[in-house]
């Protein structure tokens, strides 16, 4: 298990509006944070990190926060 306060999770590029995004859980639990994104996102999420790891992705890929209501409803529309 991984101390970290939270996980983050970034997306496909192929979702326009997701492209470049991630959404933050706040978990200690690598599992139950994937399980609450999974419910919320199914599989439509690419990498899964520590919180820790969050800066560095963020000056690494140029990546801004969205939360994780306004990530699924974007999924939603896509599929249809």
Do not use: C
Not at 10 to 39: C, K, S, W
Not at 46 to 70: M, N, T
């Amino acid at each position: 298990m991984n101390n970290a306060t939270g996980w983050f999770f970034t997306f496909p590029q192929r979702i326009e509006e997701l492209r470049n995004r991630y959404v933050l859980i706040h978990t200690m639990d690598f599992d139950h944070a994937r399980f609450e994104v999974g419910q919320a996102l199914g599989v439509t999420w690419a990498f899964q990190y520590p919180a820790s790891d969050v800066e560095r992705q963020i000056e690494k890929f140029g990546l801004s926060e969205i939360p994780l209501v306004e990530a699924s409803e974007i999924i939603l529309r896509n599929k249809s």
